[in-house]
């Protein structure tokens, strides 16, 4: 190769780009969860501005939203990304909750919305009302089962609004 064609600036900043193009970010391999190194921890935002809980090695996500006026809790299934909603055939969603060391356990129902066609029994929205989620800010759960896309996922545990990542 003739380099004599090259500016001079031009191999150095190939060579710099080269290098972090080949280096890469590290972390994790979200299909094989090998780790590549890196500092850097690996995370997602919940849409809605909830609390993340992960369901297999980030195969799916459920975000938890309260809205305390209502003493509503609003459970959406997400994908790996939290980027694109993922609709189930559920009649319901049952998380176990420990408030002040007291269990009990939620029956989240299904959400219908005519804007996106979801309807029981074919949508990603789920919900439940408890006087206590009026006032409770902290609390731990176990999401007792979901199946999302034939796979199944039992006692998820998780505390909010910290999630389980």
Not at 48 to 70: D, M
Not at 93 to 118: C, D, F, K, R
Request: proline letters at 4%; glycine letters at 10%; one cysteine or more.
């Amino acid at each position: 190769m003739n380099y004599a064609a090259f500016p001079r600036f031009s191999l150095p900043l190939l060579a710099v780009t080269l290098s972090a193009f080949l280096s890469g970010c590290g972390g994790k391999d979200e299909n094989t969860g090998a780790n590549h190194g890196g500092a850097h921890k690996h995370e997602h935002r919940a849409p809605h501005g909830g609390t993340a809980i992960v369901l297999g090695k980030e195969a799916f996500h459920l975000e938890l939203v309260r809205t305390a006026e209502a003493g509503l809790l609003t459970c959406y299934i997400l994908d790996g990304h939290m980027e694109s909603f993922i609709r189930i055939p559920a009649p319901h969603l049952s998380i176990e909750t420990t408030v002040s060391n007291q269990t009990q356990t939620l029956e989240l129902l299904p959400v219908a919305n005519a804007a996106t066609g979801e309807k029981s029994g074919d949508t990603s929205q789920f919900e439940a009302r408890a006087a206590w989620l009026k006032t409770t800010t902290n609390f731990t759960g176990k999401v007792l089962g979901i199946t999302i896309k034939g796979t199944t996922f039992t006692d998820v545990n998780f505390r909010f609004p910290e999630g389980n990542e």
